[in-house]
């Protein structure tokens, strides 16, 4: 393979993803879908006092996104919510290499604009809304 | 294969020189939309280097011969399809325009209570003008069902048909699936009801020669740019009678009589449906295509794609975790697989690294992956250029791209 998107800290996520599973009588709560190809993700949120205390997804998407989810949820947890609420793509250096994938910029950021929406009290959001 | 030449045709699509990531094209992406032969090319070329001008209505030289272009044609469309008379053949932006036309004309015949009767297995563009359609007017739409190969449940389709079933909507050939339709069974049963019945050709039209006297279907609709011709222009041929019967789709220039603030009487077919300046070079890239598409051994090319079918079929049954999604009896050259581990948009991204063009998702027939407890297939699908050579690239594509997600 010539230039690869599939870094090795993104495949080890998309493997073994961190946080997948659903939050009973969670805080927040919102889908995101990818109108490009129909994945989808399920985002569930804990904020106690301000803060982002718990995180988890359900995934029915690709490797980007499922990567992009783990390493988000590693990232939000235990930050205030005015932080998980602005954190962008280039948080992620993994992900440098999508510059050159531009058609699989959304799978990355789907997962950051459905915890926006959740924080946000949106149910749902879709790769046109980011 | 008789005379079939795959080489001398590979010769005629200049995108098939170009290097993709720096390997040779390997173009498998010919349900979304097929190459285009250098004639075709060059017949647009033509049309706006040596004869641009708008159509109809011109006195001057420059209109006259656009104008002959454009309706030579429709004619060359209407022997094509072997129409009755050019004017049943309407130049449409596309298959789905064309569909989205009978939906509003046709539609506005339609009543409370009545049905619209499609398939399990249509593309979006004929789910959602009857729709759109049903919610305005108070219709109900009602979708025969398929079975787990792929298949139309025919039993099922019967059953659905009902006097109040207004028109039969399908799909010929399916993208997704490559399933084809009984229609010629499906128009006849429709009719025994009463009903008219409108095939979406857009896959049919490159994989058999459609003759619509014989199909003795009411309507039909493609695109341009599936049958090696430009995008966004297509054809919705339509029974000169029921056309007649219909009123028009949009109004403006072209499709009038006579305009007064009292009242406007509108053209003769076919030009009542064809309103505003239309897609000249389009249209006459067309015509060019179904030029190219007549000097080639039919025969033999689609004994080619059986064989194409049945090789990368093969093939790709013996990868690891592989499944193919729709294996119906009668299929044309369309392969969805889905493959244990790695997603269709990861599969697609790897394997266009080593040159190879598949689409990946939905393929606008969200109701198919839900049948199928899926969200997204990888889909090759193949066309006359096509060799086993590129189906051997392929599965070598597939199976380096497993290597890293094992």
């Not at chain 2, 079939?4 to 170009?18: C, G």
Request: aromatic residues 6%; proline residues 4%; hydrophobic residues 40%.
């Amino acid at each position: 393979m010539r230039k690869t998107l599939y870094h090795p800290e993104i495949i080890e996520h998309s493997k073994n993803p961190h946080h997948v599973g659903t939050i009973d009588h969670c805080t927040h709560s919102a889908e995101g879908y990818n109108q490009i190809c129909g994945d989808y993700i399920k985002v569930d949120l804990n904020v106690e006092d301000g803060t982002l205390v718990d995180f988890k997804f359900t995934p029915e998407c690709c490797a980007i996104t499922k990567a992009a989810a783990s390493m988000l949820g590693n990232k939000i947890i235990g930050k205030p919510i005015s932080e998980a609420k602005t954190i962008e793509l280039d948080a992620f250096s993994a992900f440098d290499v999508l510059k050159d994938f531009p058609a699989r910029i959304k799978c990355a950021t789907l997962p950051l604009a459905t915890v926006r929406a959740a924080l946000e009290n949106k149910k749902e959001t879709t790769t046109d809304d980011d | 294969m008789g005379n079939f030449n795959v080489e001398a045709i590979r010769t005629d699509f200049p995108n098939l020189n170009v290097p993709v990531h720096g390997k040779p094209l390997v173009y498998l992406d010919n349900g979304a939309t097929t190459l285009k032969p250098q004639s075709v090319i060059d017949a647009i070329n033509h049309h706006y280097t040596q004869e641009t001008s708008n159509v109809h209505r011109g006195v001057h030289t420059l209109s006259q011969l656009a104008t002959s272009a454009y309706e030579g044609a429709r004619v060359k469309v209407q022997k094509f399809l072997n129409a009755a008379s050019e004017r049943e053949i309407i130049f449409t932006k596309g298959t789905t325009d064309a569909i989205n036309l009978v939906a509003a004309s046709l539609g506005d015949t339609l009543t409370t209570g009545d049905e619209i009767l499609i398939t399990e297995m249509e593309h979006h563009s004929n789910i959602v003008p009857w729709q759109i359609l049903c919610k305005k007017k108070g219709c109900n739409l009602k979708v025969a069902p398929i079975n787990d190969q792929g298949e139309l449940i025919l039993d099922e389709f019967k059953k659905l048909l009902s006097p109040k079933t207004k028109i039969v909507a399908i799909v010929y050939m399916s993208n997704s699936l490559g399933t084809i339709n009984p229609v010629e069974e499906i128009i006849k049963l429709a009719h025994a009801n009463g009903t008219p019945v409108l095939l979406d050709a857009a896959q049919a039209v490159s994989h058999t020669h459609i003759d619509v006297k014989a199909l003795d279907c009411d309507l039909l609709a493609f695109s341009s740019h599936k049958l090696f011709g430009p995008t966004g222009c297509g054809v919705l041929y339509g029974k000169e009678s029921l056309l007649n019967d219909l009123s028009p789709y949009q109004g403006g220039g072209d499709m009038i009589e006579k305009v007064s603030f009292a009242g406007t009487t509108f053209n003769t077919l076919p030009y009542k449906f064809e309103a505003g300046t239309p897609n000249i070079a389009g249209v006459i890239g067309l015509g060019a295509a179904i030029d190219y598409i007549e000097k080639v051994d039919w025969e033999g090319m689609q004994q080619h794609k059986k064989e194409l079918l049945t090789y990368a079929t093969e093939q790709l049954e013996q990868i690891e975790g592989l499944r193919i999604i729709g294996t119906a009896v009668n299929k044309i050259a369309i392969l969805s697989f889905v493959i244990d581990n790695i997603h269709a948009h990861d599969l697609g991204t790897l394997i266009d690294q080593e040159g190879v063009a598949v689409r990946t998702g939905h393929h606008c027939t969200m109701p198919v992956m839900e049948h199928f407890g899926i969200t997204a297939t990888t889909r090759a699908s193949f066309s006359w250029y096509n060799t086993h050579e590129e189906i051997d690239i392929l599965v070598k594509a597939i199976k380096q791209a497993k290597e890293i997600f094992k």
